[in-house]
């Protein structure tokens, strides 16, 4: 075992520290290729992965890129700059540590690619960037380690698969490079670390003592929680008090649509005017840095915020976490609870907050599996082929390359160890030539083989572009929202473009917890007023929601199938009998489909229990099969747990909706016409580098954007149906918004046991869904019936039917 | 109505006395005369917009709405066609179609007398087979691109006019004929071409208070036209 050297040593002795037996482990093994340390938040994660890069700068302060940190979060970077940065000057380390994001100078940047500190801290965007340059290769000389940190996080998304294909990409210029990955407590540590190492590396997995057991629970209040909805509204007077009676309370949102709008009654219910601050990733970031900073200072007791506190920056004195709304998923449940009592060894404090009926059976189905430790997650399969072409195309700029060599580099990625010659020589031909219906033009022929068959750009111009549209977040497309110029031009935020172009002057809506007016859009910027309006009239942006994991699925199913309602309050266990009184639970195993006239309609409710993406594309499957077959619907709405149709005709036989052959022949053919396919398609035409988003000229508008890659797919479909970019979009549907694979999941699971009940009118459990929001029309022969029934209605009425 | 039962439906329309059918699919038919009238096809839109800076598009657009027009004149073996005005996005567009669709459109024309009237979009002659006329009358009947005021029995185009229905399943909006006892309007034909409407100035104005709009769509519906104000 080796020492630490010797000013390090002593430096911990004055502190009073002692080393944590898994820091002690990861600087032993610190020579490995590969390492994953599994601790809880607050563990002295940073510190472990830091511990050997000290060591050996202490030991030879020799100049050059020593170790490359990689964070998701900008502003993880600038926290791990500020706090690695204080036992570094104190041991007095000769060490020059700097970071490099998006938001980093052009000239820092640039003097740092021609004399690179010995820490760099950057994102796999910005890793991904430098790569592309003709210089890569002088900039990351000599470079030992890379520390990946909350690659758990990196790992849910084609980020992962993006820095691990910049970690090839290095390892090849830098053979000995050794990688660290740091991640928070995840459920199976060993896919994370089959996609960290180079493959076929092993990869040592370290797990850092997980602490005492959170301490969580519901909230129980005298009001009883609403039958539909997300706002959680009933319980501000409870959360004001469990503020109150703490020190520093996150107040956690599903969507930041209900963070604005949680916040919103907060402050109207603030009657000791307690400080409380609100932070999500569609605020202006000089808002979000200045609510950052007061958290820090201790200057405020509550922050109501969503994902963009997730990450492992310390907050400081956190000692209650509140989760509002049900978690969906118990792995990220866990994670956020953890953010309580940032402390180590000190039980972290939570409680839920069921927003409705429904949720409160979720919330006690994620209490039950946050206890028995059974964290969720579905497993991501193969690395994206989207990503890799855009690395083909990184790779030709930053000089010409063998195919060969290029396939072997990244096979050795983790994500794309199982990648064929085949799959690969698809993609180079695809970024060679932009596939078979578009070999015709000429924007998409970029790359050609020299004589030498090494590959290189065909204009060495196009560099410019492809740096400028690297990386694989798709943020749906905003706008910035500002205070008018005569009142100071102040930035707020942004909204979805979508939701902007529904705006007209004089709406009020809610942005950082301000109600404001819109009062236009110049140079794509909205802009505003503040509006003292206690109620704005529009609610908010709309924000994505999660699905319910298949976990917490089960467990609702199986807690039906026991009828055990010992967890639950009163009101929800009458709710769930009365359900079995009227008609039935739905049954673990089996289908459950109500039939009720409604309203002068026809009503379906299929309980499938897939999560809300999957429910959603079962809604448009099915009401797709009823159009077939003369049912005449009119349209439908999802929630986790159930689809609910209405239509013109009833429906007797439920059987054939279910035939697993129907339904992917309508996922391939009609489905294809679906908003979200569309979607899916210009995510990863984006990524692939056939749609640019970024342009030397001006950033293309998002319906600009929209409106080529919908024709882009049409055309793909009708002309060239097996093009790399429609195959890769086929296989994004499995998962994502479209989601079938949990579809598949749902029919093996039921098989032909489909129960259908039919009732005279609406039952306890479908009843909620008719106040959901987010119903979809269908256009079909109902929509021919309906309008041919108000035509000729209109026409006898006018008296005109009689002179044509 | 006496169409075989195969044949899509179509509605029969009177003006100035002359026989017509609007078919579903935005195109006019004039079985007396067998001749097939369509407007605003707008050919060649994605390449003007790649040409003025915007984004660079595949021009299949061309190739969808030229197979919708074949279908038709298939389906009614019309001898005569009238395009009526902005069949071409502009007029480079015209000389810039690709040979292939160049080539089709001679197809469709063979054995066709064929005419194209000028439109806004397209002024002058085109170099493509076909008359070339600003206007032009048959029997009681006038085709030209923009509606002129005080005109009867006219036939004209260019404001792609929309109808917007609000049945109990909510609002629908389908392209639509416009037609009085004066004059008729066509939707236009072209794909990716926007829509007027037809409440809004000046359709409201032009056409008369008796004015039907016939909605496109599988069967072409009829429907006294939605005006401003009549939600």
Known sequence: MADLPRPIEDWFRTRGWSIHPHQREMFDRAGDPATLLIAPTGGGKTMAGFLPTLAELADNPRPGLHTLYVSPLKALAADIKRNLSTPVDEIGLPIRIDDRTGDTTATRKKAQRADPPHILLTTPESLALLTSYEDAARTFAGLQRVVIDEIHALAESKRGDQLMLALARLQTLCPGLRRVGLSATVEDPSAIARLLARHPDPCAILTADPGPAPDITMLETPERPPWSGGGAAYSIAAVLDLVRQHRITLIFHNTRAQAEIF?????????????????????????????????????????????????????????????????????????????????????????????????????????????????????????????????????????????????????????????????????????????????????????????????????????????????????????????????????????????????????????????????????????????????????????????????????????????DWSGLPGHTAEWLDLQADVSQLPKAGRLLVESFPHDGREHLCIYGFAGRNAMQTLGLLITKRLEETGHSPLGFVATDYAVLIWGLDPVTDVAPLFDANALRQGRDAWLAENMMMKKTFRASATIAGLIERNTPSARKSGRQATFSSDILYDTLRKYDPDHLILRITRQEALRGMVDFGRIEEMLTRIGTRIDLVRLDRVTPLAAPLFLEVGRVPVRGSAEERLLAEETSRLMEESGLANLT | MNTPIAAPPVHHIALAGAELSALGSGALWWPAERLLCISDLHLGKSERMARRGGSTLPPYETQDTLTRLAADLDRTGASRVICLGDSFDDAEAAGALPEADRLWITQLQAGRDWTWIEGNHDPGPIALGGAHRAEMQIGPLTFRHIATEGAQGEVSGHYHPKARIRTRAGRIARPAFLVDDTRLILPAYGTYTGGLDCGSAPLSGIMNPNAIAILTGRTPLPVPMPRQGVK
């Open chain 1, 263 to 563: 916040f919103h009654n907060l402050w109207l219910a603030n009657d000791d005017a307690l400080p409380i601050g609100i932070h999500h990733g569609s605020l202006d970031r000089q808002q979000r840095e200045k609510v950052e900073a007061a958290m820090v200072r201790g200057d405020l007791r509550a922050v109501v915020c969503t994902g963009s506190l997730d990450l492992g920056i310390d907050w400081g004195d956190v000692d209650l976490v509140i989760q509002i709304g049900a978690p969906k998923n118990v792995k990220r449940l866990v994670q956020r609870i953890g953010r309580a009592n940032h402390r180590y060894n000190a039980p972290s404090k939570a409680v839920l907050v069921p927003a409705n009926r429904f949720e409160v059976v979720e919330c006690v189905a994620a209490l039950d599996a946050a206890r028995a430790h059974a964290l969720d997650g579905d497993p991501r399969g193969p690395g994206p082929l989207d990503v890799l072409c855009q690395h083909i195309l990184i790779a030709a700029c930053s000089g010409p390359f063998d195919a060969n060599e290029l396939f072997h580099e990244m096979a050795s990625a983790g994500p794309y160890a199982g990648l064929s010659r085949a799959q690969f020589d698809d993609c180079l031909d695809f970024c060679a030539t932009g596939g078979y219906a578009l070999r015709a033009y000429d924007r998409y022929q970029r790359l050609m083989q020299n004589a030498d068959r090494r590959w290189h750009l065909r204009d060495p111009r196009s560099a410019q572009r492809i740096r400028m549209n690297i990386g694989t977040i798709q943020d749906t497309d905003t706008l910035k929202v500002r205070l008018r110029r005569s009142r100071g031009a102040k930035p707020l935020g942004e909204v979805e473009e979508a939701f902007a172009a529904s705006l007209t002057p004089g709406d009020t809506f809610l942005i950082g917890g301000e109600i404001v007016r819109y009062e236009g859009l110049r140079e794509m910027t909205v802009e505003v007023t503040r509006n003292a309006a206690r109620k704005p009239k529009i609610a908010t942006f709309m924000g994505s929601k999660f699905s319910t994991s298949t976990q917490l699925s089960t467990r609702i199913l199986d807690m039906f199938a026991a009828r």
